[in-house]
């Protein structure tokens, strides 16, 4: 059974940064970060995969970056220049199967989540 537990949300202020966490137990083929905003449907942000190939949507591309370190299990967030907009909250998810490339920002394919971290972002 795959355990996910978020860390590192917070309050910011518009044009600054946060780095979430997530930290993991149990084998993972590929992890992701997904968030959703009140009112919104759950939106993709990032995946990579156990080879650390990565996939970011175009929407927060050059401002949210994924990693992860394989030895510690936990995978990170790194979030600059935030905007209002990105106030929601923030879940990390994983999959023990393989996926195609094409489904790394899928949220279906993930059968693992966390409980989620508030990211709240004002101006």
């Known amino acids: 059974q795959v355990q996910l537990v978020e860390s590192g949300g917070g309050a910011v202020q518009v044009g600054g940064f946060l780095k979430l966490s997530c930290s993991v137990s149990?084998?993972?083929?590929?992890m992701g970060w997904f968030r959703q905003a009140p009112g919104k449907e759950r939106e993709a942000l990032a995946a990579?995969?156990?080879?650390?190939?990565?996939k970011v949507a175009d929407s927060v591309k050059n401002r949210f970056f994924i990693s992860q370190d394989s030895t510690e299990n936990i995978m990170y967030l790194q979030m600059i220049d935030l905007k209002p907009e990105d106030t929601a909250i923030y879940y990390c998810?994983?999959?023990?199967?393989?996926?195609?490339?094409?489904?790394?920002?899928?949220?279906?394919?993930?059968?693992?989540w966390g409980r989620g971290t508030q990211v709240t972002v004002s101006s």
């Open positions: 149990g084998y993972t083929y590929l």
């Open positions: 998810a994983a999959t023990a199967e393989t996926q195609y490339y094409s489904d790394y920002l899928n949220s279906e394919k993930f059968a693992y």
């Open positions: 990579i995969d156990a080879g650390d190939t990565d």
